[in-house]
């Protein structure tokens, strides 16, 4: 075997030893990623969540573990779920894959509230990305069966709420009308606490933004005044030798002088501009510093709303344990709980990203299977 043919074969037994090591640690996150998938399965979503946070602080930009996490941060009753997917869906850097995928995540977050209309509608504005995604029309189809299914419902509901009346007097139409000012206020509370939640998130930035804008302005004033004190330093410098040669005569000794004072006048304009630099600097910083405490009371004020309105809604849950409206929120409790351990009847469970492309078709399979059937959508998206 010559020497040509050892560097060969050397340099093809370096390039499998790298592709082993690519594929060991590919497994590795792999079974990372896989790990926290089975975890939420099995409803452990705060572990879930802790293996997926670890793979994100590894992994920035990772788009899949990052939606795995926005969706346990979800069942953990999270508000940063939904605002981190509203603004993945909304920004300008997302690519269309990202974006379908987020709008597909709103879309079942609606779905588990209850809210189908809001669900309808981002599984559209998903499927005007991709119009060829079976599990958007699906849900799309299942969401609008519900609207369909909830407004038969409430036509029910209201003529036997007009018999109702009509048999109990006044006193049945306080009551339902107390009912639907409870509902009311409760949608507004939850609304509340989304504003809230996205104010907060907003403030979060502009402190970031603002901190960066003084580190920025600080070094600018520092450079401003590290230039003046050269500009001081040379014209110092250059008003010596303008003295030194103040005794000296000829036309030669006249230019110089010329010369050197000329210089000195260039050296007072850098001074100038130096001062305003640094004069500069140090109002922007100041600026930030107010705009920072600003932002802080601001933060402050927002956490104490947000207490506020979850001992709000923490007294309307007591109120509501009592009499016959604890009751009907107790059985619709009972039917979420029941149909949340029916997987098989969950049209719009949440779908997270596995790595293993086999595992991912299968567990879309065994959706599709055993999930029933439901009528074409009447509507075009």
Known sequence: MNAKMKMKIAALLSVLILLLFSIVFANKDIGKNNKGVELFNKNNFAGAEEIFFKEVEKKDGNYSVLNNLAGAQYKNNKQEAAVSYRNTAESAYSSQQQKFDALYALGNIEFNKTNF??????????????PQDNDAKYNLETALKKIDERNNQNNQGQNQNQNNKNQQGQNGQDQNQKDDSRRQEERNLKKQMDENSQKQQENRQKQQESRQKEREASAKEEQGKQDAANSKSKQDDLEKQLKDDGNKSGSDSQERKENLQNEINREKQRQSAAQEQERQGAQEKERQKVLQNQLSKEKEELE?????????????????????????????????????????????????????QADQNSDKQRRKIKAAAVAPAAKDW
């Open 117 to 130: 209309e809001s669900a309808a509608e981002f599984y559209k504005r998903a499927l005007k990305i991709n």
């Open 304 to 356: 104490r709303q947000r207490q506020e309105i979850n001992a709000k809604i923490e007294k309307m849950k007591k109120e509501n344990e009592n009499g016959e409206q604890a009751q009907a929120m107790q059985a619709q409790i009972n039917q979420g709980q029941q149909s949340q351990k029916d997987k098989d009847s969950s049209p719009a469970a949440m779908l997270l990203n596995y790595y293993n």
